[in-house]
T-cell receptor, first 111, second 115 residues
Framework: QQQVKQSPQSLIVQKGGISIINCAYENTAFDYFPWYQQFPGKGPALLIAIRPDVSEKKEGRFTISFNKSAKQFSLHIMDSQPGDSATYFCAARDSNYQLIWGAGTKLIIKP | DTGVSQDPRHKITKRGQNVTFRCDPISEHNRLYWYRQTLGQGPEFLTYFQNEAQLEKSRLLSDRFSAERPKGSFSTLEIQRTEQGDSAMYLC?????????????FGPGTRLTVL
């Protein structure tokens, strides 16, 4: 019940396309859902986050869609660029304020 | 640079040796977290501090691991009698105290290789 399942494991998208990464969870006590971006050799960096009382949040080219009833949330990257190539992690915060992480998606944007 | 810093960035050690890593969080961040990350996986929570108090430890944190945050500022993570399975990236993160957000700011990590 504490797991966050992330898919796909890897994704290749053409430059200018839309990248979509999905996550699903079971624990309805999760109350905060961030997405992190990680480049090789670096620590994860917060990209965008959402609370479950909101169905969508957009920041620039990045959008989180949140479906509370389905217990799913997704990251959409519009107009994907080669600089977006990285590993993306979804996470969910539990009642102890700890983040439960997905396994990550390696995104490659082909020029 | 006011971000989270970690030292050293890389550590190579022989099995059985002790190693210690340091994390300097963003100043005024009350919470400090340690994670371990292996290749192709998400970070695994190890432990976290609120100020100087260690509030939670993962069952992943064996007796060979110990963490301190003596004055509520920097933290150290020590691994005693290292094993090859300890090879990983050790990440530190800090966050301000608050109910919402809980944005965790990560350092660059310390990559440990145990030979």
């Amino acid at each position: 019940q504490q797991q966050v399942k992330q898919s796909p494991q890897s994704l290749i998208v053409q430059k200018g396309g839309i990248s979509i990464i999905n996550c699903a969870y079971e624990n309805t006590a999760f109350d905060y859902f961030p997405w992190y971006q990680q480049f090789p050799g670096k620590g994860p960096a917060l990209l965008i986050a959402i609370r479950p009382d909101v169905s969508e949040k957009k920041e620039g080219r990045f959008t989180i869609s949140f479906n509370k009833s389905a217990k799913q949330f997704s990251l959409h990257i519009m107009d994907s660029q080669p600089g977006d190539s990285a590993t993306y992690f979804c996470a969910a915060r539990d009642s102890n304020y700890q983040l439960i992480w997905g396994a990550g998606t390696k995104l490659i944007i082909k020029p | 640079d006011t971000g989270v810093s970690q030292d050293p960035r890389h550590k190579i050690t022989k099995r059985g040796q002790n190693v210690t890593f340091r994390c300097d969080p963003i100043s005024e961040h009350n919470r400090l977290y340690w994670y371990r990350q292996t290749l192709g996986q998400g970070p695994e929570f190890l432990t976290y501090f609120q100020n100087e108090a260690q509030l939670e430890k993962s069952r992943l944190l064996s007796d060979r691991f110990s963490a301190e945050r003596p004055k509520g500022s920097f933290s150290t993570l020590e691994i005693q009698r290292t094993e090859q399975g300890d090879s990983a990236m050790y990440l530190c993160a800090s966050s301000p105290l608050g109910v919402f957000g809980n944005e965790q700011f990560f350092g660059p990590g310390t990559r440990l290789t145990v030979l």
